[in-house]
T-cell receptor, first 114, second 117 residues
Framework: GESVGLHLPTLSVQEGDNSIINCAYSNSASDYFIWYKQESGKGPQFIIDIRSNMDKRQGQRVTVLLNKTVKHLSLQIAATQPGDSAVYFCAENIRGGSQGNLIFGKGTKLSVKP | GAVVSQHPSRVICKSGTSVKIECRSLDFQATTMFWYRQFPKQSLMLMATSNEGSKATYEQGVEKDKFLINHASLTLSTLTVTSAHPEDSSFYIC?????????????FGPGTRLTVL
């Protein structure tokens, strides 16, 4: 089965609130993680990444947290906007994996209510 | 920078015909390109990995004779769906890894919607 999964398949938040999207991974050899945003009918768009030697990384309005102890990854979006509505995927790279392939999680659909 | 394009964006074809999808890295050289398939409301599933100048590596369950991949240059990879059938209808997405780039960042194309009648 897939080694990357998500706790919540859908998430609905009010505009202006903070959003937290979670992801569980099972492969302890994973050393690089990426969050992607995919809008309907489009390809995935890079949001933020984190290496396994870090536990937190911040971008503009987004923060990724990595907890290697429990193999958990989260994406926090501050002051969620209607334009944030999309499906969010986490992806992992397994250290030494074949040609650096990424394994994608199932995705969480984020809906932002105005 | 790091733009990947795909052509066509959508294609409708009759069952039994072949369809070619192009993936181009516009402003960087890509030693490795990846092809994914995505069914509605599902995640991306890796089909194959192609390296410039060599044969593609296919994931388990993906028929290499049906999904022909050619990576003839550092900026172009093509996926040809041969003898397409309705079950091949899907969203096909490519990604490219920058030769000079970072850890393992992949840049994705906008996808190609294939509908087989």
């Amino acid at each position: 089965g897939e080694s990357v999964g998500l706790h919540l398949p859908t998430l609905s938040v009010q505009e202006g609130d903070n959003s937290i999207i979670n992801c569980a991974y099972s492969n302890s050899a994973s050393d690089y993680f990426i969050w992607y945003k995919q809008e309907s009918g489009k390809g995935p768009q890079f949001i933020i990444d984190i290496r396994s030697n870090m536990d937190k990384r911040q971008g503009q309005r987004v923060t990724v947290l990595l907890n290697k102890t429990v193999k958990h990854l989260s994406l926090q979006i501050a002051a969620t906007q209607p334009g944030d509505s999309a499906v969010y995927f986490c992806a992992e790279n397994i250290r030494g994996g074949s040609q650096g392939n990424l394994i994608f999680g199932k995705g969480t659909k984020l809906s932002v209510k105005p | 920078g790091a733009v990947v394009s795909q052509h066509p964006s959508r294609v409708i074809c009759k069952s039994g015909t072949s369809v070619k999808i192009e993936c181009r890295s516009l402003d960087f050289q890509a030693t490795t390109m990846f092809w994914y398939r995505q069914f509605p409301k599902q995640s991306l599933m890796l089909m194959a990995t192609s390296n410039e100048g060599s044969k593609a590596t296919y994931e388990q369950g993906v028929e290499k004779d049906k999904f022909l991949i050619n990576h003839a240059s550092l900026t172009l990879s093509t996926l040809t769906v041969t003898s397409a059938h309705p079950e091949d209808s899907s969203f096909y997405i490519c990604s490219a890894r920058d030769r000079a780039g970072g850890y393992n960042e992949q840049f994705f194309g906008p996808g190609t919607r294939l509908t087989v009648l």
